[in-house]
């Protein structure tokens, strides 16, 4: 998360002003070494779903500002679907804290990013905390649990069946301690960089930001998602 | 000035002046006199309540602000608290385990714990302090709104809010603000592959948060498209809402 940008930049602006921007530029994120196989191409790119005013950089899939065929809608509506994640989080966000809906009455800009990166990070507690703590889980654990109560003589089975409940619980339970999360040191896969010479830092930025791989990804994707449409795109036509 | 310092120089110089001891100790009382009344004096400036000359404090009874919350959210006397898990999470946006467990934290710090006053008397308890502070985040209400109900004033109430702030910062940041790790990053892509859109990190936006006070000089920098002054919160999530 980068906060802090004047109210005056737009989006694009914004971007360029991020720490996000500047990892992809110097080929420090996303990892390379993470594959994936979009109708039969290779990339070794991972992307981000933005919507239309984002530039087109081969690290943004954007949506297509003309969509006429079935295909292109399709793909657009997917991709509508899954950007809507975030929308969502600045909902949920406000509706949480209510800080955030109201006027922020800090003195000083640096005071309110301050403000602004405690606020997520109290939601990021939550939202780990929670992740997986689904009624579904609980149940299937406490319905073992039950069962093998019920029946009673078997001690094995029954040792078998807290130890599941353990692990239930143990998904959802962090640690009593948010701190004892261990700091997990954050992957730099620089191997670009590392050759130390300029220009394949220039090769590998002209990569990052080319326009072409943006339209190839997007053509890709949408190839990827129209024979399978019914599969992905039903659930959010409904 | 330290009183120490003082010393040390005097002695320097009365060792090169051979200047006798009882002038050295009339210089040091001078000294001394000088710099408690330099103190007193910035003290006096800095600060309101509790110092000659200035409007005194009001007699708030801390204990009853403390009392209020037990009752409310811990349980007093051995009676239950009287909201629950599930109101208190709704409330404060954080669970009380974890809300308990940064009041550990803070509770034998300086500012946050149990101090005697300049009249001998209690100040406030640290859970005080911590529950409005995190009441001003949570609830979004202004730095008085809880008063009457946490007995604190404006001045701590705004101290305790920026103060956890910066700790929350300083002490999660770095596991809770931070791009994803390589375990992490294989679940997301797992997922969005599931959702039809292989090698994708998530989706990428900006929001604005008003800026009330904006000083009048940034007017015009921080002035979005609406026409409000606010600053720009650029993210990226993950499906649980994870930044």
Not at chain 1, 139 to 154: E, F, M, Q, T
Not at chain 2, 94 to 107: A, H, I, Q, S, T
Not at chain 2, 158 to 175: G, M, N, P, Q, T
Request: glycine share 6%; with cysteine; proline share 5%.
């Amino acid at each position: 998360m980068n906060i802090g940008a004047a109210g005056s930049n737009n989006d694009v602006n914004v971007l360029n002003l991020s720490p996000l921007y500047h990892a992809i530029v110097a080929c420090v994120w996303p990892p390379r070494t993470i594959t994936f196989t979009v109708n039969n191409r290779t990339r070794t790119m991972s992307y981000y779903l933005a919507d239309g005013i984002y530039p087109r950089y081969a690290s943004f899939a954007t949506p297509y500002p003309d969509a006429d065929t079935l295909k292109k809608r399709t793909y657009n509506r997917l991709q509508e679907a899954l950007r809507k994640d975030v929308e969502r989080l600045f909902a949920v966000l406000t509706g949480r804290i209510n800080a955030l809906p109201h006027p922020a009455r800090f003195t000083t800009a640096e005071k309110l990013r301050q403000a602004a990166r405690a606020v997520t990070i109290l939601h990021n507690i939550m939202v780990k905390r929670n992740r997986h703590d689904y009624v579904s889980l609980r149940r299937v654990a406490a319905g073992l649990y039950a069962d093998v109560a019920i029946d009673g003589a078997n001690d094995g089975a029954a040792d078998v069946a807290a130890a599941a409940v353990e692990a239930a619980a143990g998904m959802h339970e962090q640690g009593p301690d948010p701190v004892q999360d261990q700091l997990v040191s954050v992957p730099v896969n620089n191997f670009v960089n590392a050759k130390g010479t300029l220009l394949c830092s220039l090769q590998a930025r002209q990569n990052a930001l080319d326009r072409n791989e943006n339209e190839l990804l997007r053509d890709d994707l949408a190839e990827h998602i129209f024979p399978n449409r019914k599969q992905f795109v039903l659930l959010y036509i409904g | 000035m330290q009183p120490a310092d003082v010393m040390d120089d005097d002695l320097e110089l009365a060792s090169v002046q051979t200047v006798s001891a009882s002038m050295i100790m009339t210089r040091l009382h001078a000294l001394c006199q000088e710099v408690r009344r330099s103190v007193a004096e910035r003290r006096r400036r800095q600060r309101r309540g509790s110092l000659p000359g200035r409007v005194a404090n009001l007699e708030r009874g801390f204990d009853m602000g403390i009392k209020r919350i037990m009752m409310a959210y811990f349980g007093w006397q051995e009676r239950p608290p009287l909201y629950g898990d599930e109101v208190f999470t709704r409330r404060f946006c954080v669970g009380r385990d974890v809300f308990l467990n940064m009041y550990d934290k803070l509770c034998g710090r300086p500012f946050w714990r149990l101090d005697v006053s300049a009249t001998g008397g209690p100040q406030s308890h640290a859970l005080q302090k911590v529950m409005v502070a995190f009441r001003v985040l949570a609830y979004g209400e202004k730095y008085d709104r809880a008063d009457e109900y946490v007995q604190l004033s404006k001045a701590t109430i705004s101290i305790a809010v920026h103060k956890l702030i910066d700790f929350v910062v300083e002490k999660y940041a770095a596991s809770y603000l931070r791009a994803p790790s390589d375990a992490e990053l294989c679940v997301i892509l797992d997922q969005k592959k599931a959702h039809g859109m292989p090698g994708c990190i998530g989706p990428i936006d900006c929001s604005h948060w008003r800026w009330r006070s904006c000083p009048t000089a940034l007017h015009g920098q921080y002035q979005n498209r609406n026409g409000y002054r606010s600053v720009v919160l650029e993210t990226v999530c993950d499906e649980d809402w994870y930044v």
